[in-house]
């Protein structure tokens, strides 16, 4: 097994544990999230409804649509893929228009969207696109544990990753 | 010597135990936070001498040293992440002419990269007594980095009042400004 190969089935875990953390924490909240749809992203009450939950069930699908192997993962990505672009260029969109956005995007209803979250989502997406294109077409199957393992590391990193730039940036500040 | 499997096995294991450590820190991050905040730190304290305040004013980029001069000051702290703040501008634009009649200078202290806090201010005449200031400097003003908030220096470079724009004080100081008074009356 090469390394390439072990790199991508990590790549391909770790991209559906973040859309696994993304559902789950919009679900969680979703009180929260329908109501940042409303107001950080204009979407009207009663659109906002219903497009929280779909949004959260979509996510769901393309969970299991990337974590089940390499041949569902493809069209999986591929949407995900999709819906990260438009939502990351919406709230960049509205980052830089209003200056305080906030997403609920892997639950953190309170806290509003940073540099740092907005640097994560693009990670994400430049992940998703690498695996479309350079993710080959075969199932592996030697060390899943540890690409496993490694996958649920770059997935808290990432999601942390606003929390540990501000635990970083406090450490410097120490007298 | 160690099989390719028990060694497979270890780096799993410290791959999860990384992971685990990695959460527990974020964990622990979210409850010292949450610690900090029931027990909230404050502004400076009237008594407290401010230390001198060096940036770049925002039109012009000129740099800017403000100490105790003479002249009573007041800090504004305002943040372009804060709706309250955005909703506060007219009424600080509306105070600083009769600010500056009173004798009062009145300095939107911010460490906010100049692009954002320009696009925050637009065309609002505070953006000509807007200070973009270093991180460090800031917190040293106002280490809970509290907004919209205020610090009203006096002529010797000590904190007179401190406290969030729109508090008892603070109304206390528009309403003397309002009425053409010293603004170190309104102060004390």
Known sequence: MSAALFAFDMVRYALGLLLACAALGKGFTLAAFRENLYESFGVPTAAAKWLAPLIVLTEAILTAGTLA??????????AALLLFCVFTAV???????????????????????????????LL??????????????SDTAALQPLAAGLAV??????????????????QELAP | MISNDTLYLILTLLAFGAAFNLLLILRLNRTVRRLAAAFPRTMLQ?????????????LGRTPLTVSGDG???ALLFLSSACPKCRAKLPEISG???????????????????AWRLRRFLGT?????????????????????????????VGQSGMVEAAGIIGDDNWLALCEQLEAGEEPREAAA
């Open chain 1, 69 to 78: 192997g390499v041949a569902s993962a493809r069209p999986a990505l591929a």
């Open chain 1, 91 to 121: 709230l960049v969109h509205r980052y830089l228009q209003e200056g305080v956005v906030r997403c609920a995007c892997f639950g953190e209803p309170g806290r509003a969207v940073s540099p740092f979250d907005l640097l994560r989502n």
């Open chain 1, 124 to 137: 994400i997406s430049a992940a998703m696109a690498a695996w479309l294109l350079w993710a080959p077409a």
């Open chain 1, 153 to 170: 590391l770059c997935t808290i990193l990432l999601i942390g990753l606003h929390d540990i730039a501000s635990i970083l940036r406090a």
């Open chain 2, 46 to 58: 009237a008594g407290e001498t401010v230390p001198a305040l060096r940036g770049q004013a925002l």
């Open chain 2, 71 to 73: 002249q009573p000051t």
């Open chain 2, 95 to 113: 105070l600083l002419p009769l600010a500056q009649q009173a004798g009062l200078t009145m300095l939107l202290v911010s460490m906010e990269p």
């Open chain 2, 124 to 152: 609002s005449p505070i953006s000509q007594v807007a200070v973009c200031v270093r991180r460090q400097d800031y917190l040293a003003l106002n280490p809970v980095m509290a907004t919209p908030a205020y610090l009203l």
